[in-house]
């Protein structure tokens, strides 16, 4: 009955997430991320301005989350599924690049939108950390070595920095544009750059992993 019960709260928990940042995302894109509030969301989800506390510290973290949800699961999924003999830094390198190369028309107005939404976007980036670990941990045959959490948060780090570099890109090819965002550069070729020095880590991690198993 306990773990009923604790299966309900938690349920009940990721309802009321997703139903914060749907309405966060829903009154950005109708009044603009600027004149949004965070009790016009707690307001449209039907929960209390502190209930919102609980979940998100800002606007523009429940919007981001709305815009990125599900993301760092599906990265981590497709290098779980990759094929056993694919080498795990390419596995890596083609899940992020599937995943954060090709953004909708939706975010890439909101993660240009104000500053603070982008250091929100650029903040996101570490949830890809827990999900990532696993698949890594998965793949190497030991997911209680501390090697695929520090894996899972280089690729991570990789990733916001590659951001970093893009949207400040964006700012200032925005700065003389009359306020309209153009995202210039490209994305995917900052990703590999950023990602390309992890490969040997990678690569000896698979090493040392075919070494330990028996046979």
């Given amino acids: 009955m306990t773990t009923r019960r604790t299966g309900l709260?938690?349920?009940?928990?990721?309802?009321?997430?997703?139903?914060?940042?749907?309405?966060?995302?829903?009154?950005?894109?109708?009044r603009g991320p600027d004149n949004v509030r965070v009790d016009d969301i707690a307001e449209a989800a039907g929960v209390s301005p502190?209930?919102?506390?609980?979940?998100?510290?800002?606007?523009?973290?429940a919007i981001v989350a709305a815009i990125t949800a599900e993301r760092e699961a599906r990265i981590a999924a497709e290098v779980a599924a990759a094929p056993a003999g694919a080498r795990l830094?390419?596995?890596?390198?083609?899940?992020?690049?599937?995943?954060?190369?090709?953004?909708?028309?939706?975010e890439r107005l909101l993660i240009t939108a104000t500053p603070p939404l982008r250091d929100a976007f650029l903040e996101a980036v570490t949830e890809i950390e827990h999900p990532l670990a696993e698949a890594i941990g998965l793949r190497l045959g030991d997911t209680a070595a501390p090697t695929a959490r520090v894996?899972?948060?280089?690729?991570?780090?990789?990733?916001r920095i590659a951001l970093h570099q893009w949207l400040g890109a964006v700012s200032e090819t925005s700065s003389g544009n009359g306020g309209l965002v153009v995202p210039s550069g490209s994305l995917p070729d900052l990703l590999?750059?950023?990602?390309?020095?992890?490969?040997?880590?990678?690569?000896?991690?698979?090493q040392r992993s075919r070494q330990a198993q028996p046979g």
């Fill in 151 to 159: 894996l899972a948060a280089s690729v991570a780090a990789a990733v």
């Fill in 192 to 206: 590999r750059a950023t990602i390309a020095p992890l490969a040997p880590a990678l690569d000896a991690a698979e």
């Fill in 89 to 106: 830094a390419d596995a890596l390198t083609d899940a992020v690049l599937a995943r954060y190369t090709e953004p909708g028309d939706t």
């Fill in 9 to 30: 709260r938690e349920q009940k928990k990721r309802a009321t997430r997703v139903a914060l940042r749907e309405a966060a995302l829903k009154l950005a894109l109708e």
């Fill in 50 to 61: 502190r209930t919102y506390n609980n979940y998100f510290s800002s606007r523009e973290q």
